[in-house]
């Protein structure tokens, strides 16, 4: 399996893509703003052809490289039902001060092939079996994608990429426009819990982790138990 990751210029949002192998068809996951160089020199170099664009969420800074991403290619990018507006129209996830700074900025255009995500699906894309999860909290419709690590670079049972529900050593935020601290904790209990120890998780900010080093060190995953234990904690300020 081929995975390479970057960080994009504005807010470090890594853009992803995985690949059966390099030579074949990949998806693009969360191609936000101003990566394209760098997506088609990474594309280029490993002979890669997009089959399809994935989104965590519709946040403009995972978003906005999607249309010329799916656009130049003819494809088909996915989100899930609950993030489609942004799609749209990015301002419905920001905050009105975000909002007006981006928006006299920024030049952003909706794709023209829109999918919906389902919860619990399993799409086969590019070779890859791709299981979608809804986890909402930072968005309500943010998503989890897993797929079999076999034959990436770790040594590994399953990849899971979180977008900004899991960081290493924290969470998305939860008070922009569709957010929810509630939302978030269940998805956490639900959804991030239950996967094994060596699960790989490829975040939507900052660096690799595994389930198991987050669930040992990460005060969010720490404080999650039953509704009525829950005590929401304050918000580290991350896209």
Avoid at 196 to 208: I, M, N, Q, R, S
Wanted: glycine share 12%; proline share 8%; with cysteine.
């Amino acid at each position: 399996m081929f995975v390479a990751g970057f960080p994009a210029d504005t807010f470090g949002t890594n853009c992803y893509v995985v690949a059966p192998a390099p030579g074949e068809q990949c998806v693009v996951v969360d191609p936000g703003i101003g990566v394209i160089d760098q997506l088609d020199e990474l594309l280029a170099e490993h002979r890669l052809q997009p089959a399809a664009v994935l989104l965590t969420h519709g946040h403009l800074d995972h978003a906005f490289s999607v249309a010329p991403v799916c656009g130049a290619r003819g494809i088909t990018a996915y989100v899930h039902p609950g993030d489609r507006e942004m799609l749209a129209d990015p301002s419905k996830g920001l905050a009105a001060d975000m909002s007006q700074l981006l928006g006299g900025r920024l030049e952003y255009s909706e794709p023209e092939d829109v999918a919906e995500l389902t919860d619990g699906a399993t799409m086969s894309l590019a070779g890859l079996e791709i299981t979608v999860d809804h986890a909402p909290g930072h968005t309500g419709g943010s998503v989890l994608f897993r797929l079999p690590a076999a034959g990436s670079p770790w040594d590994a049972d399953q990849i899971c990429l979180t977008g900004d529900v899991l960081f290493a050593g924290s969470i998305g935020r939860t008070d922009l426009p569709g957010g929810s601290m509630p939302a978030m904790l269940t998805s956490l209990r639900e959804k991030i819990l239950p996967l094994a120890d060596d699960t790989v998780v490829l975040p939507g900010h900052g660096p690799d982790t595994t389930i198991g080093r987050e669930r040992a060190s990460n005060p969010y995953l720490h404080q999650v138990g039953t509704p009525e234990d829950v005590r929401p904690a304050a918000i580290r300020r991350n896209w």
